[in-house]
T-cell receptor, first 116, second 109 residues
Framework: DAGVTQSPTHLIKTRGQQVTLRCSPK?????VSWYQQALGQGPQFIFQ???????QRGNFPDRFSGHQFPNYSSELNVNALLLGDSALYLC???????????????FGPGTRLTVL | DAKTTQPNSMESNEEEPVHLPCNHS???????IHWYRQLPSQGPEYVIH???SNVNNRMASLAIAEDRKSSTLILHRATLRDAAVYYC??????????FGPGTRLSVLP
């Protein structure tokens, strides 16, 4: 059973460009969350998708947008890249239950984005 | 979102038990306590979670204080593979994961 997969592994962009990162959730999972992890810090929640809609959003600007497809896979798009967007972007999947507080998140290995 | 406080770093010797503390004095009655860890060059992975009672699984044990204002993750016999950053996270109704800086655990051979 494949876990959470992300592509690409590494990416280099220049300021002002746009980037799309992809995530395939663990088999049987219906919820995808995205996180940004700067070097030496803990992951910061960007947003979560469930049933193809953004369910919750963290404190990130509108330059960060996403999408979830009918097969539960997801994309993270970042427009007008800034140097400060350089980070590891993590995708996590889970199966939403009635008791959301106990849902376990399974993380992918991440995409390392470098903005020059 | 409720906050947690963890030591920045800890050291342990291989094969010895490790007790990783977490303070969460503002925890609400419905917040679950989750622990995740992040091995080098990997995404975080689930370790354990609990509400009020102590919990055990194949990876670790979670000891929760009676007043729930603190908890301790216990690794019974540390191995080199347990060297990682350990995150203590509180999850309440309608909340998502808020990661702090965590505790960087070093395991010495």
């Amino acid at each position: 059973d494949a876990g959470v997969t992300q592509s690409p592994t590494h990416l280099i962009k220049t300021r002002g460009q746009q980037v799309t990162l992809r995530c395939s959730p663990k088999s049987g999972h219906d919820t995808v969350s995205w996180y940004q992890q700067a070097l030496g810090q803990g992951p910061q929640f960007i947003f979560q998708y469930y049933e193809e809609e953004e369910r919750q959003r963290g404190n990130f600007p509108d330059r960060f947008s996403g999408h979830q497809f009918p097969n539960y896979s997801s994309e993270l798009n970042v427009n007008a890249l800034l140097l400060g967007d350089s980070a590891l972007y993590l995708c996590a999947s889970s199966l939403t239950s009635q008791y959301k507080r106990t849902d376990t998140q399974y993380f992918g290995p991440g995409t390392r984005l470098t903005v020059l | 979102d409720a906050k947690t406080t963890q030591p920045n770093s800890m050291e342990s010797n291989e094969e010895e038990p490790v007790h990783l503390p977490c303070n969460h004095s503002t925890i609400s009655g419905t917040d679950y306590i989750h622990w995740y860890r992040q091995l080098p060059s990997q995404g975080p992975e689930y370790v354990i979670h609990g509400l009020t009672s102590n919990v055990n699984n194949r990876m670790a044990s979670l000891a929760i204080a009676e007043d729930r204002k603190s908890s301790t993750l216990i690794l019974h016999r540390a191995t080199l593979r347990d060297a990682a950053v350990y995150y203590c996270i509180l999850i309440g109704y309608g909340q998502n994961f808020v990661f702090g800086p965590g505790t960087r655990l070093s395991v010495l051979p």
